[in-house]
Structure formats: structure tokens, C-alpha cells
């Protein structure tokens, strides 16, 4: 693991257009899987806005291309002020070449890489550079030391972000970077508008109600061609 670097800018490197990094390796977690695919959607639909936003996961996060002993793969991040088509092209993260570090990474617990994620990645994630490190762990704290935790980067190292809990189970905590706040929803990872106080929709509600608008339109069809069959019926037509 290297250290961060007084600047990306100033060591920036030069690749072929058409340079990937590997996969990383990675064990099938099924529920890690559901959460990353959801939350990134979710982002993705909230910040569809913007063309300068990057959310993507799974890939390497490195300054050095070459170096393997890097070798952090975060389950998502999240970068401002990019160009995310560049970015998913080399099939990771470089710092290098980016010329900033992300600004937000999320680990999903998993029974394989649990405990490295409030260790090691923690340590690895401030020495990289990035300003929000947060963990989800759906069990409830099995697998991380917490249900949900939140750091952000002061200096060098990371300070704690404060976490609530509600009576009725609800476990959060407020992003800056995103404008939103995380939560722990009975084993789900929700994202939480606090202007409005709503849930942003997940994949699944968004489904439903594209299905549900796509049925009114329908049975709206099906009304207005009967009633103009009536009226023709009516006209002796």
C-alpha cells in the first residue's frame, strides 16, 4: 500500500488510450452484490443531472497502474468534477491520471473482507486522500464493528461522522459530499433526502411505479376507446 502523494496533478502519467486495469478478484456475495447494484442506482438516478459525476465500484483504486501491491477495490465510489466515461474505460480508479483521489467510498460487509474494511482499508483510504470512507454491514454489525459508520478525512487521518439511532430501529448518518444521508433500514442500505425527509426510491419502487404509471395509461386507453365506440354507437354511425 502506497502513501498518498503531495499532489496526483504533478505525477501524472501517460497511458494508451485503450490500457484497462485487471478485475479485481473477488468471492460471490450475493447480498453484498444486491446492496452495491441498488445503491449505486440510486445515486445514479439522483445525480442523472450532472455528466461530471462518477459512481462505479468493483475496479481498482490506485495511484501507480503498475503497482499490484495496491490492490483496494472499493464496492463503490464516488468522484465530482470527472469524466466518469474515462474513468470506467481503464476499469478502475487512478489517482495518477484523474489528478484526485475519489471524494466518497463505500465498503459493503461481507464475511471475507469484513474486518479489513474497518482496519486496513480505513487506514489505506485516508492515506489515499478520500474525504468520506463509509461502511454498511446488513447483519447488523457481524461482520463490521458497527451496523453503520462514517469517516470523514481531517488532515491526515479520519474523524468519526456522528451516526443517529431512532426508537423505531432506523440507523443513520448525514454525507456532506452526497447531501445525503445514509441509513440503516432494517438491513437495507437506504439513501434519505433531508430536506424532504424521503427515501430516495430504490430500484425495485421505481419499478413499480413505471408499472403502475404504465397500467393507468393503459386502462386511460382503454376508457377512451370505449367511450368513442359509445359516441360513434350514439351517432348511428
Known amino acids: 500500500m502506497t502513501s498518498r502523494s503531495p499532489s496526483a496533478k504533478e505525477n501524472a502519467i501517460q497511458l494508451p488510450g485503450d490500457w484497462a486495469l485487471p478485475d479485481p478478484p473477488r468471492e460471490p456475495d450475493m447480498e453484498q452484490w444486491q446492496t452495491t447494484t441498488a445503491f449505486d442506482a440510486m445515486l445514479e438516478a439522483?445525480?442523472?443531472?450532472?455528466?461530471?459525476?462518477?459512481?462505479?465500484?468493483?475496479?481498482?483504486?490506485?495511484?501507480?497502474?503498475?503497482?499490484?501491491?495496491?490492490?483496494?477495490?472499493?464496492?463503490?465510489?464516488?468522484a465530482f468534477g470527472v469524466n466518469p466515461d474515462?474513468?470506467?474505460?481503464?476499469?478502475?480508479?487512478?489517482?495518477?491520471?484523474?489528478?484526485?483521489?475519489?471524494?466518497?467510498?463505500?465498503?459493503?460487509?461481507?464475511?471475507?473482507?469484513?474486518?479489513?474494511?474497518?482496519?486496513?482499508?480505513?487506514?489505506?483510504?485516508?492515506?489515499?486522500?478520500?474525504?468520506?470512507?463509509?461502511?454498511?454491514?446488513?447483519?447488523?454489525?457481524?461482520?463490521?464493528?458497527?451496523?453503520?459508520?462514517?469517516?470523514?478525512?481531517?488532515?491526515?487521518e479520519y474523524t468519526p461522522l456522528p451516526v443517529n439511532r431512532e426508537p423505531d430501529g432506523l440507523i443513520w448518518g448525514h454525507s456532506e459530499l452526497l447531501?445525503?444521508?445514509?441509513?440503516w433500514d432494517n438491513g437495507s442500505l437506504r439513501l434519505r433526502n433531508p430536506e424532504t425527509g424521503k427515501f430516495l426510491p430504490t430500484p425495485e419502487e421505481l419499478r413499480a411505479e413505471l408499472d403502475a404509471t404504465q397500467a393507468r395509461a393503459e386502462t386511460a386507453e382503454a376508457r377512451a376507446a370505449a367511450l368513442e365506440a359509445e359516441l360513434r354507437r350514439l351517432r348511428g354511425q
Not at 124 to 148: C, K, M, N, Q, S
Open 46 to 78: 439522483h445525480f442523472a443531472h450532472r455528466s461530471d459525476v462518477l459512481i462505479s465500484g468493483a475496479g481498482y483504486l490506485r495511484h501507480d497502474p503498475f503497482n499490484e501491491s495496491e490492490q483496494f477495490a472499493p464496492d463503490c465510489v464516488v
Open 179 to 183: 447531501g445525503l444521508d445514509l441509513c
Open 86 to 156: 474515462a474513468i470506467v474505460a481503464r476499469n478502475g480508479y487512478l489517482i495518477s491520471e484523474v489528478g484526485k483521489p475519489p471524494d466518497f467510498v463505500l465498503e459493503v460487509a461481507s464475511r471475507s473482507t469484513g474486518r479489513r474494511d474497518y482496519t486496513v482499508k480505513r487506514d489505506g483510504y485516508a492515506a489515499y486522500g478520500v474525504r468520506e470512507y463509509w461502511r454498511f454491514d446488513h447483519t447488523g454489525g457481524r461482520f463490521h464493528d458497527a451496523p453503520l459508520a462514517g469517516d470523514v478525512l481531517t488532515g491526515e
